[in-house]
């Protein structure tokens, strides 16, 4: 019997590395600079920025969730395509490697504060924060146990 595509929207995202996901969803929650935006088939065309965070994709009556980076979702009532600058599952998340993001680009935002640097500087090393602190609020909810012990160490230890 073929399966019933009606109320089902295609999704794809797409990264500079590769195409990170392709396939009809039945619906998506994406983060977007003005909150979380959610999308089903039939949905009004509509184009939005995307910011660092969750993406929540149900198929069917499975959930899966990943975290993207900024980028944009451009929506029809037929497709979803999301271009960004990284998605990753989470067991594909570096615990220590997106803690010491976060770290260096808070200690130079400090310095840039301090020495009076100019506002495109500042702007891109926000960014590496904002994808650093979505990376660890993902964690946090959906990372596996591991991930989590490993994240609160960190934390703890300020390294």
């Given at each position: 019997m073929a399966e019933d595509i009606s109320h089902k929207i295609h999704l794809?995202?797409?990264t500079p590395k590769k195409t990170?996901?392709?396939?009809?969803?039945?619906s998506a929650s994406m983060p977007t600079i003005d909150g979380e935006f959610g999308v089903m088939a039939g949905h009004?065309?509509?184009?939005?920025?995307?910011f660092p965070g969750t993406f929540t994709i149900r198929v069917d009556e499975d959930i899966?969730?990943?975290?993207?980076s900024e980028g944009y979702a451009e929506i029809n009532q037929r497709a979803i395509i999301v271009i960004?600058?990284?998605?990753e599952w989470?067991?594909?998340?570096k615990v220590r490697q997106i803690f010491e993001s976060y770290r260096d680009g808070m200690a130079e935002l400090e310095k840039q504060d301090k020495?009076?640097?100019g506002q495109v500087y500042t702007e891109d090393v926000k960014r590496v924060v904002d994808r650093s602190l979505a990376r660890m609020r993902f964690i946090e909810r959906y990372g596996?146990?591991?991930q989590k012990s490993r994240l609160a160490q960190l934390k703890e230890k300020g390294l």
């Open positions: 794809i995202i797409i990170f996901y392709e396939g009809l969803v039945s009004t065309p509509f184009v939005a920025a995307l899966k969730r990943f975290v993207v960004c600058n990284s998605a989470p067991e594909e998340i020495e009076g640097v596996s146990d591991s």
